[in-house]
């Protein structure tokens, strides 16, 4: 446990589900940790390793991946094609050796702003377990 | 560095103006407008900034075949790169291939991060933590990940046999040598990119792991890694107690001194095979017999040879994962019709970058060679 360490997470989510799960999660007034930064994609099949792999070099603890459930991509399968990127873009972080549990993908739905907010809620605490990405300066 | 250092450090005030780098140079044959006289030219008279901000900087492949024909010794690539160094403090950058993924990996790995990259040794394979030898991996795991077989950028080839197919060399010449899962990336790209800190923090690194095995000798693979842990390693961080060696020189000694034995019926599949000089093995690092040697004393193998070849031979068309283009792409065909008007069964090489770039070419041009790396060659070929 790392006592005052506040965990850099940053979220892509599609903005078709899981950016208005978050809205929903936010209208509804349901609370979640502060520490994930949200960036807006129009689909997580935009989502490229260099994203990812760039958060981690620029600072991020933890990478957190959101899309919609599968058959319900606004673009008929860019969820599935993100799906199978992140597949190998964990076997990378693995081997580079961030770790596979800073990287995770979740498929929220826009009627679901509960989940959403457990997700993150979790993930921010996973995070906060493992720590800093050592090597990153701090600050 | 200011213009006029990079001028003197270069020696580019020996400038005859003759142009035989810009009729040698791959990439202005496919590009008019890239010369490198006038890149030189330009820095003569003055227009620094010019250069700077010229995209073209990025699209010179450091192959050397300007530098190795200039009659007058103008250190050309070492000017690209000090151009380079010079462009990167301004923010300029070249347009990176691959989303920049690669250059990521390379950036990542100057972190302290505990890496996880020796998951390729199998159980058949005899490693060490410590001896004589350093058995550089270099980029091979990434490489498997991110170009093999479901990867992210699939092209159909396993980088990773490379390394266990190395392994399985030198365990039958009989060494054992040191893999260590510190090792880093090598910094070639960092450094021919222009990003001099970041080579030079993984060149510690590197240094650090290889003297905290023991070991006094450091077999590379990888052309690229070969020139520069001998060359730039000495150059940048000072001289180093180790000796660095190519894998094709371990190879052609021990094949003179009659210890390597291929078997009877070693090729099957290939019968004819031309052999492509990876510009860091060929030009810079002037292997050139060594790799011929090994090739031709293979049972049942001819060895032809292409129009250009040794201090002739032509990149393969894009270095250090930077501006991937159109003219890569022609560079690339053309070798490979080149490869294939000799008549051979295959086109044998000994980088895993030129491996990379070939195989992506020949994806996307109806070729029928075959691309072969002479480890797996001959890894697959002994007795």
Redesign the interface.
């Known amino acids: 446990m790392n006592k005052g360490f506040e965990p850099n997470i940053v979220g892509f989510a599609c903005n078709w589900c899981s950016y208005a799960g978050a809205d929903l999660a936010g209208t509804s007034r349901i609370k979640y940790p502060p520490n994930i930064k949200i960036i807006r994609v129009m689909c997580t099949g935009r989502v490229t390793p260099a994203f990812i792999l760039k958060s981690f070099q620029n600072g991020a603890d933890g990478v957190l991946v959101a899309g919609c459930h599968p058959g319900d991509c606004h673009y008929i399968a860019g969820n599935l094609k993100c799906e199978k990127i992140m597949d190998v873009v964990k076997r990378l972080v693995g081997i580079l050796g961030i770790g596979k549990e800073r990287l995770r993908l979740e498929w929220v739905s826009a009627s679901e702003g509960g989940r959403f907010a457990d997700v993150v809620t979790e993930f921010t605490e996973q995070v906060r377990e493992l720590g800093p990405l050592s090597g990153k300066s701090q600050g | 560095m200011s213009l006029e250092e990079i001028i003197k450090d270069t020696k580019a005030y020996y400038c005859l103006g003759c142009g035989v780098c810009t009729s040698s140079c791959p990439v202005a044959r496919v590009i008019p407008s890239f010369s490198p006289r006038l890149l030189v030219e330009k820095a003569l008279f003055g227009f620094g900034d010019e250069i700077i901000s010229d995209k073209d900087l990025w699209s010179c492949l450091i192959c050397g075949r300007c530098a190795s024909r200039c009659p007058s010794g103008v250190d050309y690539l070492n000017f690209v790169r000090e151009m380079r160094m010079e462009a990167l403090s301004k923010g300029k950058e070249g347009l990176l291939a691959h ?3 690669l250059n ?2 390379m ?3 100057s ?7 020796n ?1 390729w040794i199998t159980d058949d394979l005899e490693v060490a933590d410590a001896g004589e030898y350093f058995y550089f991996v270099g980029c091979l ?2 490489f498997d ?2 170009f093999g077989e ?3 950028c699939d092209v159909g080839i396993r980088s990773i046999e490379r390394a266990r197919n190395t392994v399985r060399i030198l365990n039958k010449i009989g060494i054992k040598p040191v893999v260590s899962n510190n090792e880093r990336c090598c910094g070639h790209d960092l450094l021919w990119n222009g990003d001099l800190e970041g080579f030079k923090r993984l060149a510690e690194l590197n240094l650090k792991t290889i003297k905290e095995s023991g070991a006094k000798k450091v077999i590379c693979v990888c052309p690229e890694g070969y020139v520069t842990l001998k060359r730039d390693y000495p150059r940048f961080l000072g001289e180093q107690d180790i000796e660095v060696i190519q894998l094709c020189q371990i190879l052609a000694d021990e094949l003179r001194e009659g210890k390597l034995k291929f078997l009877e019926n070693a090729s099957v599949d290939y019968k004819k095979v031309t052999f492509h000089d990876p510009c860091s093995l060929g030009r810079i690092a002037e292997i050139y017999e060594e790799p011929r040697e090994i090739i031709s004393s293979i049972p049942g193998i001819e060895l032809v040879e292409m129009e250009r070849n040794r201090v002739d031979a032509v990149c393969c068309g894009t270095s250090g994962w930077v501006n991937c283009s159109g003219c890569s792409k022609k560079i690339q065909t053309e070798r490979l019709k080149e490869a294939e008007e000799t008549g051979a069964d295959a086109l044998i090489t000994a980088c895993p970058k030129c491996e990379i770039h070939l195989n992506c070419a020949k994806y996307n041009a109806d070729l029928k060679i075959r691309i072969k790396d002479i480890t797996d060659l001959v890894a697959e070929s002994l007795a």
Request: avoid cysteine; aromatic fraction near 8%; proline fraction near 4%.
């Open positions: 989303d920049g993924i990521t990996i950036e990542l790995q972190l302290n991060l505990k890496q996880d990259r998951f795991p990434y990940l991110v479901g990867g992210l």
